[in-house]
């Protein structure tokens, strides 16, 4: 039992970690856009950002409903990579050692 909750932990770290890395991939991809170094014309580009939009704009969005941008700059990928960061240091462990003592 214990193995089965170490690998399921393994997984949610890791897909936080790949989340996060989105989340920056996403931020640095628009920066690229906004400032003209990358077109949305080409269809790899395109096809890139369409990704990165689709998979971080689910959490992203309840985040900037509650925060507005400042002076016309999104912080919400910051806060949800602080949050994704937090859970992912002492939540996920917390809980994974709670699970295993329970459990045994």
Not at 16 to 38: C, H, K, P, R, T
Not at 54 to 61: F, H, N
């Amino acid at each position: 039992m214990a193995s089965i909750i170490l690998f399921v932990f393994g997984v949610l770290s890791a897909l936080l970690s790949l989340l996060i890395f989105v989340l920056i991939a996403n931020a640095i991809l628009s920066w690229l856009v906004a400032f003209d170094v990358v077109n949305l014309r080409n269809q790899f580009v395109y096809q890139v950002a369409r990704f990165l939009e689709a998979v971080s704009r689910p959490v992203l969005a309840p985040v900037q409903r509650v925060i507005p941008s400042l002076g016309g700059i999104d912080i919400s990928p910051i806060i949800v990579i602080i949050v994704i960061s937090v859970a992912q240091r002492t939540l996920l462990p917390g809980l994974r050692n709670w699970l295993l003592i329970t459990l045994g």
